[in-house]
């Protein structure tokens, strides 16, 4: 059975950071691109960056960049994102998602799913 479980989410404040974790099973990590979406309410569910399979990193939002980074570790199953300098605008729920080897820009190409993790920037 597939499963992708975010964890790591939470309540900060504007600055701080923030490490997300997406453990995954039922399938090998390795052969997978895996991405990090998030969806704001009332906003529609958006990609801001992914890792291939060979680890190749491609940024989907521009205002992530500098901030957010994304890694994996096919040991242990698991992809991260790590967030800095949050700001009140990064507030979401966040999802991974996975699909094989390459990674891909819109979130319907995405085989399976975890089923997310608030997070909330605010003082």
């Known amino acids: 059975q597939v499963q992708l479980v975010e964890s790591g989410g939470g309540l900060v404040q504007p600055g701080d950071s923030l490490k997300l974790s997406c453990a995954v099973s039922g399938f090998t990590l390795a052969n997978y691109a895996i991405a990090w979406f998030r969806q704001a309410p009332g906003e529609e569910r958006e990609g801001l960056l992914c890792?291939?399979?060979?680890?190749?990193?491609?940024y989907y939002k521009e205002s992530v960049k500098g901030r957010f980074a994304i890694s994996r570790d096919n040991a242990k199953n698991t992809a991260y994102l790590q967030m800095n300098t949050l700001e009140p605008e990064d507030t979401a729920v966040y999802y991974c998602?996975?699909?094989?080897?390459?990674?891909?820009?819109?979130?319907?190409?995405?085989?399976?799913w975890g089923q997310g993790t608030q997070v909330t920037v605010s003082s």
């Open positions: 890792i291939s399979h060979y680890n190749s990193i491609l």
């Open positions: 998602a996975a699909v094989l080897r390459w990674c891909q820009s819109t979130a319907t190409h995405y085989n399976y």
